[in-house]
């Protein structure tokens, strides 16, 4: 079973609107990472959040993690065709040097 | 781009042929990590390696051995190639820092078994 639930799973928006992808797990996260994918390329290293109540922003990106360190979100603001790619969330687990992924958002900003 | 290659970029084989792909890392990390990537299950660890032929068995790992000869290349074979095989080979590295770790990603190799 996938331990790590993203939603949504394809995202359309206009250029210049906000946007937020979640990513839950049913653990205790101990490590949250962000990542974006072009399509067709390798994954790029977005932010990682520990703390519960963590919140880390990179341009027009914010990367939140709650308090109970079981749910984050991405939210973009002001999108712009440059954002488009899949987004994707992972997680360290504990006590091991394994990771696990969520499936991944897909996103397209139409200019 | 954390110094990470993976060769070869693309491959086409046949079933029941082996298979070997190659990460190469410049920077003396101690972990590296192996994944496939398929439509609707994500990222899926095949195995990791924690040293100099030290080696584990990630979540998908049936069908896939890896070597570890020295620190700057992690090899993954499939022995005998599936068409269940077929997806994107992605490798990692694990970096630690100040703001703690993470991993980074290698371009991909891109795998079709015929």
């Known amino acids: 079973s996938q331990e790590l639930e993203q939603s949504p799973q394809s995202l359309i928006v206009q250029e210049g609107k906000n946007l937020t992808i979640n990513c839950t797990s049913s653990?205790?996260?101990?490590?949250l990472y962000w990542y974006k994918q072009k399509y067709g390329e390798g994954l790029i290293f977005l932010m990682m959040?520990?703390?519960?109540?963590e919140e880390k922003s990179h341009e027009k990106i914010t990367a939140k993690l709650d308090e109970k360190k079981q749910q984050s979100s991405l939210h973009i603001t002001a999108s712009q065709p440059s954002h488009a790619g899949i987004y994707l969330c992972?997680?360290?687990?504990?006590?091991?040097?394994?990771?696990?992924f969520g499936t991944g958002t897909r996103l397209k900003v139409l200019a | 781009d954390a110094g990470i290659t993976q060769s070869p970029r693309h491959k086409v084989t046949e079933t029941g042929t082996p298979v070997t792909l190659r990460c190469h890392q410049t920077?003396?990390?101690?972990?590296m990590y192996w994944y496939r990537q398929d439509p609707g299950h994500g990222l899926r660890l095949i195995h990791y390696?924690?040293?100099?032929?030290?080696?584990d068995k990630g979540e998908v790992s049936d069908g896939y051995s890896v070597s570890r000869s020295k620190t700057e290349d992690f090899l993954l074979t499939l022995e005998s190639a599936t068409s269940s095989q077929t997806s994107v080979y992605f490798c990692?590295?694990?970096?630690?820092?100040?703001?703690?770790?993470?991993?980074?990603f290698g371009p991909g190799t891109r795998l079709l078994v015929l």
């Open positions: 990692a590295i694990r970096i630690t820092g100040n703001s703690g770790e993470t991993q980074y």
């Open positions: 653990k205790t996260l101990y490590g």
């Open positions: 959040l520990q703390k519960g109540g």
């Open positions: 992972g997680a360290s687990r504990l006590l091991t040097y394994k990771y696990i």
């Open positions: 920077e003396n990390h101690r972990y």
């Open positions: 390696s924690y040293g100099v032929k030290d080696t």
